[in-house]
């Protein structure tokens, strides 16, 4: 990379690279890539700051509706593909005889986050398993088995996946590979970097270059204790997750609320959420996903006092269904629910 041209050059590629998505073009955007390449941005630099960041600002214009989930889905696709012809770029100069199996949590299908950190694996000389989208743990699991695995890295780019990285460290530990290390990427982990101890994972890192990184750094360290036990909390709350949002929702109806499908699928969303933050044992987790709400929901018909309406049936639910000290914690996360979403709309009424 030229240090003399690309920091002039850099923001005017950035914002003509998110302008041919938002277009749709992949022509465009090919042009992009290859003034960066013209630009001498590595190939690692060129995901590093344009693709990383084009993502993530697709990803916040569909959460304000500003996209749609088709153009979002496009500008995956371009990308993708732009990868695919800079994977060649990415050939290792040595081998380092370090094996990495990669892969997204069961559920998650934001894979580009994961491509990306598998390339720079593979151009640092790792022998690289990329899995790609939505991997069941038992199969994540059998591949660390048969490849002898150094290292397993997973991506949740969603909250509410978190409790499927935990659920993976749990699982290789039951199958007798506790000695591998977990590290885990995504959004949650940028912005909570000490979800990883919560989670049970060696590390993270806020982006591919970051997780090559913090993988060496994991190596060369000692080898952890089995992972904790899982809160009595998110135990009991799994246990009760369809008959909550089942509660849930009668007392919404029952007051008068309509949309039953759109306010069951709210509550099965909450409860993801809730797990995530027991999980994690962070209930800051939740703010994220109250913000979220409000700045999503009303672009699909709910309005912010719906919103609190039912966040407090739903807090109601938790408390009946789950007594007892395991139910005390629930439901302090599903209370704090609640008071984050009167204070956003204080906040939007102002003084």
């Not at 998110?18 to 955007?29: I, P, T």
């Not at 593909?81 to 100069?93: A, D, I, K």
């Not at 060496?216 to 709350?237: D, F, I, N, S, W």
């Not at 509660?247 to 759109?262: I, M, N, Y």
Request: one cysteine or more; aromatic letters at 6%; proline letters at 6%.
């Amino acid at each position: 990379m030229s240090s003399e041209t690309t920091p002039e050059k850099l923001p005017a590629l950035q914002q003509a690279y998110l302008d041919a998505m938002l277009a749709g073009s992949g022509r465009a955007a090919d042009r992009v890539v290859e003034g960066a390449l013209d630009a001498q941005l590595t190939p690692q630099r060129i995901y590093l700051d344009l693709f990383q960041p084009t993502a993530y600002a697709i990803g916040r214009l569909w959460q304000r509706n500003q996209v749609s989930v088709a153009q979002e889905h496009l500008a995956t696709a371009i990308i993708e593909r732009q990868m695919g012809e800079l994977h060649p770029l990415f050939r290792p100069q040595r081998e380092r005889g370090r094996t990495i199996v990669i892969g997204c949590v069961p559920d998650e299908w934001h894979r580009v986050g994961a491509r990306m950190v598998a390339d720079f694996f593979e151009a640092a000389g790792w022998t690289v398993h990329y899995l790609g989208a939505a991997v069941p743990t038992r199969d994540l699991v059998a591949i660390t088995r048969e490849t002898g695995a150094d290292l397993v890295g997973v991506s949740a780019q969603m909250l509410f996946n978190l409790p499927r990285v935990d659920e993976l460290v749990r699982a290789l530990d039951a199958a007798g590979l506790a000695g591998i290390p977990v590290i885990a990427g995504g959004m949650p982990f940028s912005e909570q970097p000490g979800l990883a101890a919560a989670l049970n994972v060696r590390g993270s890192g806020a982006d591919a270059a970051a997780a090559l990184a913090v993988a060496e750094q994991v190596l060369a360290g000692p080898v952890t204790a089995h992972p904790a036990a899982p809160g009595l909390a998110a135990v009991a709350l799994e246990r009760l997750r369809e008959r909550l949002v089942h509660e849930a929702t009668a007392r919404c109806l029952a007051a008068g609320d309509s949309g039953e499908a759109l306010i069951r699928a709210g509550f099965g969303y909450t409860t993801k959420m809730l797990l995530a933050a027991l999980t994690a044992g962070a209930p800051e987790l939740l703010d994220g996903q109250v913000a979220w709400g409000n700045e999503r929901q009303p672009h699909d018909g709910v309005t912010p006092a719906q919103m609190l309406a039912r966040l407090t049936h739903y807090a109601a639910a938790l408390h009946t269904l789950m007594p007892g000290p395991e139910g005390a914690t629930a439901a302090a996360y599903a209370d704090r629910l609640v008071a984050l979403q009167r204070q956003a709309m204080a906040a939007r009424l102002g003084p």
